[in-house]
């Protein structure tokens, strides 16, 4: 979240953060925002709330400010089949792994515990399915011998930083868009995520 504000902010033409909303009143995250001048609200889950009933005052708060995109930076609750359809195709998310390897929790110890080479980050649109909607962007990470999920974690987040205010940008940009279950860039369907090859080609940072 503070790596897409401040991308915002550093880059010309870009899009423009209008509020952060946590269901946590005491997250990390909204005091950041504070402190970076964005506001912020708060939506608590009570228990009397169930999902259906959470997801729709969510709804109305996000309503409120009129966003052009909805995009999850920790967001850790499911969201229904009902607001991601009020959505459709203006909700992003970021996962930490090569989807569709890994969704759900837990992707670095995975990745570790396959002994896999590579890992990384998705950007995709989000859908009912759990981390399953159209990837937009991916980041590749190599993973070293002696990692383990504090240093590969690390790694991975830089490069999440990279890659979700870019996707952003696009989206913002009218570049990208969500239809027929794909995601679109610059007017052609994308049949796999872009492979983000940014400043070091090692993607060993
Ligand atoms: N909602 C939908 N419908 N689709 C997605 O793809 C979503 C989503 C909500 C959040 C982020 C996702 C991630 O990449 C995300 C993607 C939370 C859980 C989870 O199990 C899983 C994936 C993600 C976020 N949440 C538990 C729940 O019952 C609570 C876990 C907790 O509080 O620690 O909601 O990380």
Not at 49 to 60: G, I, N, S, V
Not at 101 to 123: E, F, I, M, S, W
Request: hydrophobic content about 40%; glycine content about 6%; aromatic content about 6%.
């Amino acid at each position: 979240m503070q790596a897409l504000v401040e991308h915002s902010r550093a880059q010309a033409r870009s899009y423009r953060v209008i509020q952060v909303i946590s269901d946590k009143p005491a997250a990390a995250g909204l005091a950041i925002a504070r402190d970076l001048g964005v506001a912020t609200r708060s939506v608590p889950a009570h228990k009397t709330l169930d999902r259906a009933a959470y997801d729709r005052t969510l709804a109305a708060t996000i309503d409120e400010c009129e966003p052009a995109l909805i995009v999850l930076a920790g967001f850790m609750r499911i969201l229904s089949e009902a607001f991601v359809e009020r959505y459709a195709g203006r909700i992003m998310n970021i996962h930490p792994s090569l989807l569709p390897k890994y969704p759900g929790l837990h992707t670095h110890r995975q990745a570790l515990a396959a002994h896999d080479p590579l890992h990384g980050a998705t950007v995709h649109f989000v859908t009912a399915e759990l981390d399953g909607g159209p990837p937009i962007i991916q980041a590749r990470v190599r993973v070293r011998p002696d990692d383990n999920e504090i240093t590969l974690a690390a790694r991975v987040q830089n490069q999440e930083h990279r890659i979700y205010p870019l996707a952003v940008d696009w989206y913002c940009a009218g570049r990208l868009h969500c239809r027929d279950g794909r995601a679109w860039l610059d007017g052609a369907a994308l049949a796999a995520p872009v492979q983000y090859d940014g400043d070091d080609a090692s993607r060993d940072h």
